[in-house]
């Protein structure tokens, strides 16, 4: 079985919020369960700015072949075995917005 890392970008199916319809895409992988999962946000070259979304500045450092947002509010456990091919990996820069943007997502108020 394929390993994917947290900041990897891969292609696979990414499932609409329908629970129906799903497109090939490029997705961020955010958690490798250490089990038969991952955990993927997904990526698109439609450029939305809300507080969810994060630029990616290093596009080809990623695989990516038109500038991206990552949507970190779409996401998806799917199995490793969906992934079609790996695209590449964020730069640290990239990442670190990524990081951010998720710890003000999630941070739980007590």
Known sequence: MTTYE???V????????????QKQRPALVLLNTGD????????????YTTAFDVALSDQAEAGLLLPSVVRLH????LEKGTV???????????WAKVRSVLNALWSLSP
Do not use: C, E, M, N
Not at 36 to 47: F, Y
Not at 85 to 94: E, N, V
């Open 6 to 8: 947290p900041g990897d």
């Open 10 to 21: 891969v292609l696979l199916a990414f499932p609409f919020t329908d629970g129906i319809r």
């Open 36 to 47: 038969p999962d991952i955990v993927l946000a997904r990526i698109t070259s439609q450029l």
């Open 74 to 77: 779409k996401l998806a456990t």
């Open 84 to 94: 079609s091919r790996y695209l590449g990996h964020l730069s640290a820069q990239d």
